[in-house]
C-alpha cells in the first residue's frame, strides 16, 4: 500500500493527495498528470480532490508551499550551522539548496518549475519570502564588514546565487553525477560564487 493511501485510510485525504502529486510530479513533471490521476495515485474517486482543491493547480501549488516550509527549515539549520563564521554559513546555506533540489526534486519541481504563483495563496508567499530570506541574511551577514556605500543590495546578492544555485540544479545535478560537467555541483556552486564574491569585492581571500 502506498504512503498516500496510508494517510488517506488515516482519515487524511488533502495530505493523501499531496503525497500522490509529489509522485506523479517526480516522474512526469508538474504537466504530465491530471487531477484525476492523483486521485486515483491517492486510492480515491476521481471527484474526491475537489473536496479540498479547486483543481490541479491549487493542489501543486500546496505541494509547492510544504515545499517551501521543508526548504526553509534546511537553509535556516545550514544557516546556524554555519555561523559564527559569515562566508561558512553562506557557503552552508548554498550547499543546502543544492542539497533540498536532490533529496525532495518533487517539492523543487512544484516551487521552481511548475509555474505557480507565489501571489495566488498568502500562507504559500509567507513560506516562500520566509525560505529565501534566509539567503538574503546570509548575504547580509557576509557583506556586514563593508562600509556601507560599498555593500551591493544584499536581496540583488542573495538573488544571484539562487540563480546560480538553480542553473547548477538543472545543468549539473540532475541525471548521473558528472555527465555534463567533470566536477562535482557542490564544487561548481563553491567555485562560482567564490569568483562572483571576490568581483564584488565581498572576499578577498
Known amino acids: 500500500m502506498s504512503e ?5 485510510h488515516h482519515g487524511n485525504l488533502r495530505q493523501a493527495l499531496v503525497e500522490a502529486t509529489l509522485k506523479l510530479i517526480t516522474e512526469r513533471g508538474p504537466q504530465g498528470f ?3 490521476e492523483a486521485a486515483r495515485q491517492a486510492g480515491v474517486s476521481a471527484a474526491a480532490p475537489y473536496r479540498h482543491f479547486k483543481g490541479r493547480d491549487e493542489l501543486i501549488a500546496e505541494v509547492a508551499r510544504q515545499g517551501y516550509l521543508l526548504f526553509g527549515d534546511l537553509l535556516e539549520h545550514a544557516y546556524n550551522e554555519g555561523k559564527p563564521t559569515p562566508l561558512a554559513a553562506f557557503s552552508k546555506v548554498g550547499r543546502a539548496y543544492l542539497a533540498f533540489a536532490k533529496r525532495h526534486p518533487g517539492h523543487y519541481i512544484a516551487m521552481f518549475e511548475s ?5 495566488g495563496s498568502t500562507e504559500l508567499a509567507h513560506a516562500s ?3 529565501m530570506g534566509v539567503m538574503t541574511r546570509a ?3 557576509l557583506m556586514a564588514h563593508l562600509p556601507a556605500s560599498q555593500r551591493p543590495p544584499a536581496v540583488m546578492v542573495s538573488h544571484h546565487i539562487w540563480a546560480m544555485s538553480h542553473g547548477v540544479v538543472e545543468l549539473f545535478a540532475r541525471g548521473t553525477p558528472g555527465g555534463r560537467a567533470p566536477f562535482s555541483p557542490e564544487d561548481l556552486l563553491e567555485s562560482g560564487t567564490g569568483i562572483y564574491l571576490r568581483g564584488l569585492g565581498i572576499i578577498t581571500d
Do not use: F, H
Not at 498516500?4 to 488517506?8: F, I, V
Not at 509555474?115 to 501571489?119: A, E, F, K, N, Y
Open 34 to 36: 491530471t487531477l484525476a
Open 129 to 131: 519570502a520566509r525560505a
Open 4 to 8: 498516500a493511501r496510508k494517510s488517506y
Open 115 to 119: 509555474g505557480v504563483s507565489l501571489t
Open 139 to 141: 548575504a547580509e551577514s
